[in-house]
């Protein structure tokens, strides 16, 4: 049985030339990279040389960035290091009601501490007004933290704009990109942010190291406590071997991105042309334009999102159902209801998110085992059987389906 992997937002597929690369730092450079002696050097210039790949991804400076083992310890150093460093001129913090939890759950430890933390709305496609952030800035506000791509609706918000806004009242901005980075091209000055957390392992790179950008200036206090590891910012003996795959992963994506994206996009555009086509009562969560090059989310009406997910996983099919840190939980994710996708539609959460390994033959077989798959279901459904007895069904809530969205871009080009 092939394995067709469509959860590329949990983690995605190491590059075999990274994996090479990799490999002589386990058993040949294995010093510590504090070390004097030559292999601690040799894994220390393997280290700095990786520095400056992640930092040539996103046009920062090497001394710029700050090696993390995730994303989740860059969020928190970001957002608890920023807020404490800057708590006496102010205990004000803003993000957006769709951050991905190690972010938001700061903003809910940060709240417990006595800071004030304002939860930004978002519009039914998960955009966050400018509007609304301007009227949230207070004098006291020290940080904004809006997350450039959402990882479940693949939504991109205009963080060059919202910047800009935090900017001019002397706010320092934040920007989660992990699940842009290696599928958009990010510039750190373009952007107009002070701090971005990206991770390798959503673009081809090892899982156990990750990054935070912080602008030169930008105060910060540790939240690992220990030795004088990254510059004093991050303590903790060096993941060398993931860290080299890490810069690894930065320098082939940014030059073979140009390559492979328009397949991904291609590619995403056919399952939110064709699913839809293939299935009723279907609804595209997330912008329909305003997305990212590898992402399709959608609501399945009258069916439950983990059981679509485990009859697919019989068929060597990988998907996900919310975002990969809820799923476990059978509720609607936070993401969906911030876009008032109503709950019952929501249950049947399906995200779909591709990378450059996946092709035709992956969307083929999704769409010839989704339809049966999801009429197997909703036979068992009392939901599906009142409404065919009925006609009466469940609102659907903001998502769009094949047809609105259609409309959708015909408003745009206008």
Not at 36 to 56: F, I, S
Not at 214 to 225: A, N
Request: net charge negative; proline share 4%.
């Amino acid at each position: 049985m092939h394995r067709i992997y469509l959860d590329n937002q949990s983690g995605t597929r190491l590059d075999a030339r990274v994996l090479q690369l990799i490999l002589p730092f386990f058993d040949q450079q294995y010093g510590n990279a504090q070390s004097m002696h030559t292999l601690g050097q040799q894994a220390k210039d393997a280290m700095e040389k990786a520095r400056v790949q992640v930092a040539d991804l996103i046009g920062a400076r090497n001394e710029e960035m700050y090696f993390t083992a995730t994303a989740s310890e860059a969020n928190n150093l970001a957002v608890k290091g920023i807020a404490q460093a800057y708590q006496a001129k102010g205990k004000h913090i803003i993000v957006s009601a769709i951050e991905h939890f190690s972010v938001l759950n700061c903003g809910k430890r940060l709240g417990q501490a006595g800071f004030d933390v304002t939860y930004l709305p978002v519009d039914k496609d998960g955009l966050i007004s400018p509007e609304d952030l301007k009227k949230a800035l207070r004098p006291d506000t020290t940080l904004v933290s809006i997350q450039l791509a959402n990882s479940e609706i693949g939504t991109v918000q205009p963080i060059a704009e919202l910047s800009v806004i935090a900017r001019e009242k002397g706010v320092i901005f934040h920007t989660d990109a992990v699940y842009a980075a290696g599928f958009m091209d990010i510039d750190v000055n373009q952007l107009g942010v002070n701090a971005l957390t990206l991770s390798g392992n959503q673009f081809y790179g090892p899982k156990g190291a990750a990054a935070l950008f912080l602008k030169k200036g930008v105060r910060i206090t540790p939240q690992t406590d220990g030795g004088v590891q990254e510059a004093g910012r991050r303590a903790g003996t060096e993941n060398i071997p993931a860290i080299v795959g890490f810069g690894a992963a930065c320098e082939l994506v940014k030059k073979e991105m140009p390559q492979f994206l328009p397949e991904i996009i291609r590619l995403r555009d056919r399952l939110i042309k064709e699913l839809p086509e293939k299935i009723e009562y279907v609804y595209l969560n997330g912008h329909p334009l305003k997305r990212t090059p590898h992402n399709a989310n959608f609501s399945i009406e009258f069916i439950e999102g983990e059981a679509m997910m485990l009859f697919l996983d019989q068929e060597g099919i990988y998907v996900s159902s919310g975002s990969a840190c809820a799923n476990k939980a059978l509720k609607l994710s936070h993401v969906l209801t911030a876009i008032d996708v109503d709950a019952a539609v929501g249950q049947g959460s399906l995200s779909l998110t591709l990378s450059k390994y996946n092709n035709d033959n992956c969307i083929d077989s999704l769409l010839e085992h989704l339809p049966p798959t999801v009429e197997r279901l909703r036979q068992m459904s009392p939901l599906f059987a009142h409404f065919q007895k009925t006609g009466k069904r469940q609102v659907a809530g903001p998502g769009t389906d094949y047809k609105h969205q259609h409309e959708h871009e015909e408003q745009e080009e206008h």
